[in-house]
C-alpha cells in the first residue's frame, strides 16, 4: 500500500481546506484578494455582495465566494479552483462570474482580474459602444474602452463577449453590467477598475453641459501618452 502523502511543513503553516493543504503563497494571495473585495465596497465599485476578484497563483485561481459578504472572510474561507474550474480549495460556492474569470486566465498573462458594478461605468455601458477618448489615461487600458454586449451574468456567452472586448485592452465595461479589468497584481487590476470608473464619470460629466460637446483625443496622441507611460514612475 502507498503511503498517505504528507503536506510539507510549509503547507502546514496555511489554514487546512477541502481538497489540498493551502500553500503559503495561496494564503498570502487570499489575504490580498480578501483586502482588495473590500476595497471595492469601501470605495463605492460594489455594493454589498456584487462583484467579484480573482487571483492565480500558478495553475490555481483564487477566487471571492458566491454571497458572501467581503467584510465576513477569513484565512479559512480561501476558496479555489484549476484552469478548468475545478474546485480544489475550499467549501464555499465560488463566485457565479467564475466563467468570466478562468476566460481571463486562459488567454492572457493576467495574474488578477477585478469585477465591479461601479456606477458611472456601469451606465456608460449602456449609452455607448465604446468610451470615448476623453482622457490621456485611456492609453493606460490599451486604448478606447469597449463595451462587451450584454448577456446573462455568470454564462459562457458573457465570457465570450468579454475576451472580444478586452482584445488589446487590459479593462472593458459590461453592457447594463459593468466593469472588467485585468493586471500583473491585484493592486494593478484594482488601480485600473478605479481609473476606468473615474473616467466614466468625467465623460458623464463633461457631456451633460448643454450645448457643450467634449473634445476628444485623436489615435496618435493616445499612441503618443502609451510611449511615455512606458517610462513612467520610479527605476530602481
Known sequence: M???RRDTPRERTAPEAWGRAVRDAEALAWEELVATARRTVADGLVVGTSGNVSARVGDTVLVTPSGVPYDRLTPADVTGVDLAGRQVLGSLVPTSELP???AVYRTTDALAVVHTHAVHATAVSTLVTELPAVHYMTAALGGTVRVAPYAAYGTDALAAHMLRALEDRSACLLRN??????????DQAYDRTAQLEWMCRLWLTAVSVPGLTPSLLTP????????RLRGYGQRG
Open 100 to 102: 468570466m474569470h478562468l
Open 2 to 4: 502507498a503511503e498517505p
Open 177 to 186: 453590467h459593468g466593469t472588467v479589468a485585468h493586471g500583473a497584481t491585484l
Open 220 to 227: 496618435d496622441q493616445l499612441t503618443e501618452v502609451a510611449e
